[in-house]
């Protein structure tokens, strides 16, 4: 029993410094993020950052993963509610960016807080890839249901990557301005666009 307790304070630990290296980056970027920030933030010594990651840099890539798939939880839960029909399931993969917990400015801020590193670190780069990889496969294998005979593998590639595209557009501008247009009106534009692209099964 001691033993475990002791594995899951120092999980609790280790992910109250991811948690905190996000509020970090979407409160102040990636310059004010230093040890001493996150580490404040989480409310413990800098000492402890550096006994569960070997510095900053690595705490970030962890940051960007937890939020990748807090993301990617958020999506496979949404498709499992949307039942067997496989339109339906494709519909609720890409609309489920427009509602929280995805639909959330703070998490746009942390976003951005990631991508500007992708051109400066690999170890953010590689991330991405993938993550963004993980997402257009995920779209491909749902227009793959809808079409289990009739498009190529390519066809169902291009489909994915536009998709992709369009949903990430429309959930920045929904998340920098949500005067423009609201998250139905995204959802009836996203869905609409997508059965025009793929057709009907």
Known sequence: MRASYVRESADVRRQSLIDAAGRCLAEHGVAGSSVRAICAKAGVSAGLLTHYFSGVDELILAAYRDTGKRVSDAIEEAV?????????RLHAYV???????????????????????????????????????????????????????????????????????????????????????????????????????????
């Open 80 to 88: 499992a509610n949307a039942g067997t029909d496989p339109r339906a």
């Open 95 to 201: 609309t489920a960016s427009f509602r929280p917990p995805i639909l959330d400015p703070q998490l746009l801020a942390t976003w951005i807080a990631f991508w500007s590193l992708v051109k400066t670190s690999p170890l953010i780069a590689g991330q991405h890839g993938i993550t963004y990889a993980g997402y257009r496969e995920g779209i491909e294998v749902l227009i793959a249901e809808c079409h289990p005979d009739t498009l190529s593998k390519a066809e169902i590639k291009r489909a994915a990557i536009a998709i992709t595209a369009m949903v990430d557009g429309l959930w920045l501008e929904l998340c920098l301005d949500p005067t423009t247009f609201t998250p139905e009106d995204a959802i009836a534009v996203t869905t609409r666009w997508i059965d025009t692209l793929v057709g009907t099964s």
